[in-house]
C-alpha cells in the first residue's frame, strides 16, 4: 500500500501561481510512475503530468501549455506541482497518483495509489 498525501491548494486569483505538493512512503519515486490529474464538477477526471522513476517528464500539452511544471524532491520524499498564470478553468480537486512503472502514464486506470486530493479555486 502506497499512501499519498496533497496539500498546497486554495483559493487564489487569475494569474497566480500555486505550488501542490504530495508526500510519499520512501522510494516511491524510484520504483512508480507518479502524476498528477485533477477532476472539476461534472467532468471525467483529466490527466496533467506524469514523472517516471527514471525522471523523465510526460504533459498534458492541450491544458497546460507549459504553464505547469511536475518536479520530484527525493531529500523529502515528495512531488511537486508548480503551478503558474492560474485561469478559472484550472479549478478542480488535484490528486496525486501512483502506477507501476511501463503502463500508460495518461490513462487514470494505471494507477493503483490515489491520494485524497486537494482544491484548487481560481476566481476570475
Known amino acids: 500500500q502506497v499512501q499519498l498525501v496533497e496539500s498546497g491548494g486554495g483559493l487564489v486569483q487569475t494569474g497566480d501561481s500555486l505550488r501542490l505538493s504530495c508526500k510519499a512512503p520512501?522510494?516511491?519515486?524510484?520504483?512508480?510512475?507518479t502524476a498528477w490529474f485533477r477532476q472539476a464538477p461534472g467532468k471525467e477526471r483529466e490527466f496533467i503530468a506524469a514523472?517516471?522513476?527514471?525522471?523523465?517528464?510526460?504533459y498534458n500539452v492541450d491544458s497546460v501549455k507549459g504553464r505547469f511544471t511536475i518536479s520530484v524532491d527525493n531529500a523529502k520524499n515528495t512531488m511537486n506541482l508548480q503551478m503558474n498564470s492560474l485561469k478559472p478553468e484550472d479549478t478542480a480537486v488535484y490528486y496525486c497518483?501512483?502506477?507501476?512503472?511501463?503502463?500508460?502514464?495518461?490513462?487514470?486506470?494505471?494507477?493503483?495509489?490515489w491520494g485524497q486530493g486537494t482544491q484548487v479555486t481560481v476566481s476570475s
Open positions: 514523472i517516471s522513476r527514471s525522471g523523465s517528464r510526460t
Open positions: 497518483a501512483a502506477a507501476r512503472p511501463g503502463t500508460p502514464a495518461r490513462v487514470a486506470a494505471s494507477y493503483d495509489y
Open positions: 520512501l522510494r516511491t519515486f524510484g520504483w512508480y510512475t
